[in-house]
Structure formats: structure tokens, C-alpha cells
């Protein structure tokens, strides 16, 4: 069965257990209310009786009559009204009508009476009068009436159960026709809600379809109402998602297609110029005086190829969490000296001068070699990117923290650039590709990594003509536990 139709019931029955139990409950509560009205009209009409008829003599308050006339004629007025009426004496007797046969008062309701108690009966059973006809079922209402604390008089006032009855079928007819409507009513109405319901999720099949067929700008609009727009707001987050994943793999795939081209290309040419050299040798074909210089090349070449090959593995290593650090305290001075000296021919070879701004000792808990790693690949950038310029490498402590930075007077970069350059193979200046440093395109993406597995934080401000700046912060060995602690 369609999920339509399956509402539609829902509702259906849902509304029609509602009417239902509407119409019962109206339907006892008119019985109800009919009775009790016709039970006050029959208390009015025997207190109306009494008044009229009641004769008690003001010398001797036990003798009690009645005005017969008076009687005959309320009687007619009420048998017109389809009512009845009998009077009963102090001693459970009838006293009117006089030709009447019926049994006196049971003594359970006698008792009541006495106690001036007003009793309210539905006769079911039909009564046989003195000339043996039997008398429709009737509803009646036993009255005490006291005169100085004594009982003078019962009247009992009855109506036909009948008539009654008529009332309430017809109040019943009209309210089964109403029901009947309102069936109907219920109906059209849970064909409506169904159908608004399944086309909503209808909108959100079609939409499911879209994107399972590779179209991913699908929105749906969501007013936020009900646990439907909640399941449009995360289709809506889906999509998105889905979009922004396939734009990063997009992104990525091209740059993995660059950094093969990129990297088959610096493979090749070492590795042309390595079996070049080795035909040479092979051939004698190399002057005695060149060989050295042409060892030294190979030499060369073959460490170009190690460290392309290795900024892979640590890439790798790194991003599937298989680097353990080393963390302990240290003077970065020490290594920052090391990493100048280390690099202060290559900054020559670009007309770079490269400064320490660094005071005698400044500790920073890290890992000895990572934060070589770190600081070499940023001031290797620099260098690659400053032509003829200043390159400044600072050190100063912080509250609980160790900040480093490393500023250029290059070329700079633009605020697109800056927003990608952590992430892989990508390269601020294709145009540089094949310079002998930064061959990959990976060297920053490492940098970024190292830098999170030591809980600290790393950031670059860049101005295109004007320079780079890149702020490393190392968080001190409490910081660093607190971090962790957040982390796991």
C-alpha cells in the first residue's frame, strides 16, 4: 500500500474514532439532559399540583384534604400533555384518581420518601391497569410533601417513556446525518493531508534522485515547521556537503595530476642526467679532470631524488598518524643557528640575506628533528621566494608558549593563495616548479601537520610585493597535555 493511502486511513480512522466517541458521548449526554429536564418539568407541574389541591384545616394539622375538581382538572390539562399523575396519602395509599388500580409504594422508596427524598424512575416495564390493559412504559418522579415536619402527602408525576424517546431518536437521527457529513468531511480532509504530506516527501524522492545522478545544487526549501524541513535542513547539509566533497576531490585530483607531472618531470631529468653520466663513465668517454665533477653531480641528483621520494613517505607517515614525537624542552636558539648555517649558501645563491633575531636562550617543548623539519621547510620557502631581499628568523617566549617567526621581503602571495597553501601539492608559483628546492609541493602541507601533532598553532599574513611573514606557536608541556586531554 502507498504511503498516501496508508495516511489517508491513518487519518480516516483517526478522525472517525473521534466522531465516534464524539456521538456516543452527545448521544448519552442529550438521553441525559432530556431526562432531567422532563424530571424538573414533573417536579414544577406536582408542585403547581399541590399548591392547587392541598387542603389542610388550621384547627387539626392531620386532617388532609384535596380539592377533587381541582385535581380533575389538572388531570385533563395534563393528559393532553401526555403526563399522569397519582396522589398518594401519608399511609402509602392512593387517594387519586379514585378509580385507579395500582400497587401502593415499594417500601425501599417509601422509605426515602419519608426521609424527603425525591426519586427520579424510568418504569421499563409495562403496568396493568384496573380494567387489565397494560399501560405504556413511563418515566416518573416520587415528591414528599411536609406539612410541620410531616409527611401529608406523595405525589408521583409520570410521563411516557415513549414520547421521551421520540425526543431523543430524533436527536440521534440528526446527529447520525451529521456524522455521516462529517465522514465525508473526514474523508476529502485526510485525502488532503495525506497527499500534502507524499508530496512533500515526494519533492524529497525527486530530489534524492537528482543526487544520486551526480547533481549535487539541489536545495529544498524549508520553513523549519515540523521533522520534515528537519529532514529537508540535513538533505540541504548533504548536498553541500557532497558538493564541497567533490569540488576538494576535484581539486585534489588536479593537483595530484600537476605533482605526477611535476614530479615524473623532476624525476626524469636527475635521472637523465645520472645515466648520462654513468654512459660517460662507462665509455671512457669523460675527460680523467671531469670525473670528479661529474661523481659530485650524480651525488647531487640522486639526494634531489631521496628528498622528493621522502617528502612523500613523511606526508604519508604523518597524515596516517604513524610519526610518535619526541616531545621534551630544548633551546631553540641552538637549532635555529643550526638551520641558518645550514641554509646560509642557498640564501647567498639568491642574493637573500639571511638574519637571527633571537635572544641567548629560548626554550620550546617540541620534538628535537620535527622542529628542525618545521622551521628548515619555512625558511626554505622563503629563500625559494626572496630574490635579492631580507629573510629575519625571531624567537621570543610567550605565556605558556614558545612563538617563532620567520618573515621574507619576496614576493608575497594573495589572499587565495594564502588560503591554500597548506594543503597538498599546491604551489604558490607554478612558474618555480622546477627550481632545485620545493620540488613537490608538499613541504608546507607537511608543516601544517607537524605543527598540529604538537597541539600548536601556525599562521601566514602576506602581501603580494611586499613579503610573508609565518608565525609558528609551540604550546609549553602543560598546554600541550591540556590539548591532548581535549582531543582524546
Given at each position: 500500500?502507498?504511503?498516501?493511502?496508508?495516511?489517508?486511513?491513518?487519518?480516516f480512522a483517526?478522525?472517525?474514532?473521534?466522531?465516534?466517541?464524539?456521538?456516543?458521548?452527545?448521544t448519552?449526554?442529550?438521553?441525559?439532559?432530556?431526562?432531567?429536564?422532563?424530571?424538573?418539568?414533573?417536579?414544577?407541574?406536582?408542585?403547581?399540583?399541590?399548591?392547587?389541591?392541598?387542603?389542610?384545616?388550621?384547627?387539626?394539622?392531620k386532617?388532609?384534604?384535596?380539592?377533587?375538581?381541582?385535581?380533575?382538572?389538572?388531570?385533563?390539562?395534563?393528559?393532553?400533555q401526555?403526563?399522569?399523575?397519582?396522589?398518594?396519602?401519608?399511609?402509602?395509599?392512593?387517594?387519586?384518581?379514585?378509580?385507579?388500580?395500582?400497587?401502593?409504594?415499594?417500601?425501599?422508596?417509601w422509605?426515602?420518601?419519608?426521609?424527603?427524598?425525591?426519586?427520579?424512575?424510568?418504569?421499563?416495564?409495562?403496568?396493568?391497569?384496573?380494567?387489565?390493559?397494560?399501560?405504556?412504559?413511563?418515566?416518573?418522579?416520587?415528591?414528599?410533601?411536609?406539612?410541620n415536619?410531616?409527611?401529608?402527602?406523595?405525589?408521583?408525576?409520570?410521563?411516557?417513556?415513549?414520547?421521551?424517546?421520540?425526543?431523543?431518536?430524533?436527536?440521534n437521527?440528526?446527529?447520525?446525518r451529521?456524522?455521516?457529513?462529517?465522514?465525508?468531511?473526514?474523508?476529502?480532509?485526510?485525502?488532503?493531508?495525506?497527499?500534502?504530506?507524499?508530496?512533500?516527501i515526494?519533492?524529497?524522492?525527486?530530489?534524492?534522485?537528482?543526487?544520486?545522478?551526480?547533481?549535487?545544487?539541489?536545495?529544498?526549501?524549508?520553513?523549519?515547521?515540523?521533522?520534515?524541513?528537519?529532514?529537508?535542513?540535513?538533505?540541504?547539509?548533504?548536498?553541500?556537503?557532497?558538493?564541497?566533497?567533490?569540488?576538494?576531490?576535484?581539486?585534489?585530483?588536479?593537483?595530484?595530476?600537476?605533482?605526477m607531472a611535476?614530479?615524473?618531470?623532476?624525476?626524469?631529468?636527475?635521472?637523465t642526467?645520472?645515466?648520462?653520466?654513468?654512459?660517460?663513465?662507462?665509455?671512457?668517454?669523460?675527460?680523467?679532470?671531469?670525473?670528479?665533477?661529474?661523481?659530485?653531480?650524480?651525488?647531487?641528483?640522486?639526494?634531489?631524488?631521496?628528498?622528493?621520494?621522502?617528502?612523500?613517505?613523511?606526508?604519508?607517515?604523518?597524515?596516517?598518524?604513524?610519526?610518535?614525537?619526541?616531545?621534551?624542552?630544548?633551546?631553540a636558539?641552538?637549532?635555529?643557528?643550526?638551520?641558518?648555517?645550514?641554509?646560509?649558501?642557498?640564501?647567498d645563491?639568491?642574493?637573500?640575506?639571511?638574519?637571527?633575531?633571537?635572544?641567548?636562550?629560548?626554550?620550546?617543548y617540541?620534538?628535537?628533528?620535527?622542529?628542525?623539519?618545521?622551521?628548515?621547510?619555512?625558511?626554505?620557502?622563503?629563500?625559494?621566494?626572496?630574490?635579492?631581499?631580507?629573510?629575519?628568523?625571531?624567537?621570543?617566549?610567550?605565556?605558556?608558549?614558545?612563538?617563532?617567526?620567520?618573515a621574507?621581503?619576496?614576493?608575497?602571495?594573495?589572499?587565495?593563495?594564502?588560503?591554500?597553501?597548506w594543503?597538498?601539492?599546491?604551489k604558490?608559483?607554478?612558474?618555480?616548479?622546477?627550481?632545485?628546492?620545493?620540488?613537490?609541493g608538499?613541504?608546507?602541507?607537511?608543516?601544517?601537520?607537524?605543527?598540529?601533532?604538537?597541539?600548536?598553532?601556525?599562521?601566514?599574513t602576506?602581501k603580494?610585493?611586499?613579503?610573508?611573514?609565518?608565525?609558528?606557536?609551540?604550546?609549553?608541556q602543560?598546554?600541550?597535555?591540556?590539548?591532548?586531554?581535549?582531543?582524546d
Amino acid at each position: 500500500m502507498k504511503l498516501m493511502y496508508q495516511q489517508m486511513l491513518g487519518f480516516f480512522a483517526a478522525i472517525t474514532i473521534i466522531l465516534v466517541l464524539l456521538g456516543v458521548s452527545y448521544t448519552q449526554m442529550t438521553r441525559h439532559m432530556v431526562y432531567s429536564n422532563t424530571w424538573n418539568s414533573l417536579e414544577k407541574y406536582s408542585n403547581s399540583l399541590i399548591e392547587q389541591s392541598l387542603r389542610i384545616s388550621s384547627n387539626d394539622d392531620k386532617s388532609v384534604n384535596f380539592d377533587t375538581t381541582a385535581l380533575e382538572n389538572s388531570e385533563r390539562l395534563l393528559q393532553n400533555q401526555a403526563m399522569s399523575v397519582t396522589i398518594y396519602s401519608s399511609t402509602n395509599k392512593i387517594v387519586f384518581p379514585a378509580n385507579l388500580y395500582q400497587q401502593s409504594i415499594n417500601k425501599k422508596d417509601w422509605q426515602k420518601l419519608q426521609k424527603n427524598k425525591i426519586i427520579h424512575k424510568v418504569v421499563d416495564r409495562r403496568v396493568r391497569n384496573k380494567k387489565g390493559r397494560i399501560s405504556p412504559a413511563m418515566t416518573e418522579v416520587m415528591k414528599p410533601y411536609f406539612y410541620n415536619h410531616k409527611l401529608v402527602a406523595v405525589v408521583v408525576m409520570g410521563a411516557f417513556v415513549s414520547d421521551i424517546n421520540t425526543n431523543i431518536n430524533q436527536i440521534n437521527h440528526n446527529l447520525i446525518r451529521a456524522l455521516l457529513v462529517s465522514i465525508l468531511v473526514a474523508i476529502v480532509a485526510s485525502y488532503i493531508l495525506a497527499r500534502y504530506y507524499t508530496n512533500r516527501i515526494n519533492r524529497l524522492r525527486v530530489a534524492t534522485n537528482q543526487v544520486s545522478q551526480g547533481d549535487y545544487d539541489v536545495q529544498m526549501t524549508s520553513r523549519n515547521r515540523d521533522e520534515i524541513d528537519d529532514l529537508i535542513n540535513d538533505f540541504n547539509g548533504m548536498t553541500h556537503s557532497l558538493k564541497a566533497s567533490r569540488e576538494e576531490i576535484q581539486r585534489q585530483e588536479q593537483r595530484r595530476r600537476e605533482f605526477m607531472a611535476n614530479a615524473s618531470h623532476e624525476m626524469r631529468t636527475p635521472l637523465t642526467t645520472i645515466n648520462g653520466l654513468l654512459e660517460g663513465l662507462a665509455y671512457d668517454a669523460i675527460p680523467e679532470e671531469s670525473k670528479e665533477e661529474s661523481i659530485d653531480l650524480m651525488r647531487s641528483e640522486t639526494s634531489r631524488l631521496i628528498r622528493l621520494v621522502n617528502e612523500n613517505l613523511d606526508y604519508e607517515k604523518i597524515r596516517s598518524n604513524q610519526i610518535t614525537l619526541n616531545l621534551h624542552e630544548f633551546n631553540a636558539v641552538d637549532a635555529l643557528h643550526n638551520i641558518a648555517e645550514q641554509l646560509k649558501q642557498k640564501a647567498d645563491d639568491s642574493g637573500d640575506t639571511l638574519e637571527l633575531e633571537v635572544p641567548t636562550e629560548v626554550q620550546v617543548y617540541a620534538d628535537y628533528d620535527r622542529f628542525v623539519q618545521i622551521m628548515f621547510n619555512i625558511t626554505q620557502n622563503a629563500i625559494q621566494f626572496t630574490q635579492d631581499g631580507h629573510i629575519t628568523i625571531s624567537a621570543q617566549r610567550g605565556y605558556e608558549e614558545t612563538i617563532i617567526r620567520i618573515a621574507d621581503t619576496g614576493m608575497g602571495m594573495s589572499d587565495e593563495q594564502v588560503k591554500n597553501i597548506w594543503e597538498r601539492y599546491y604551489k604558490a608559483d607554478p612558474s618555480r616548479k622546477n627550481t632545485k628546492y620545493g620540488e613537490s609541493g608538499l613541504g608546507l602541507s607537511i608543516v601544517h601537520q607537524l605543527v598540529q601533532l604538537h597541539h600548536g598553532k601556525i599562521s601566514v599574513t602576506s602581501k603580494e610585493g611586499v613579503g610573508t611573514t609565518f608565525t609558528v606557536i609551540f604550546p609549553d608541556q602543560h598546554q600541550t597535555n591540556v590539548d591532548r586531554a581535549k582531543t582524546d
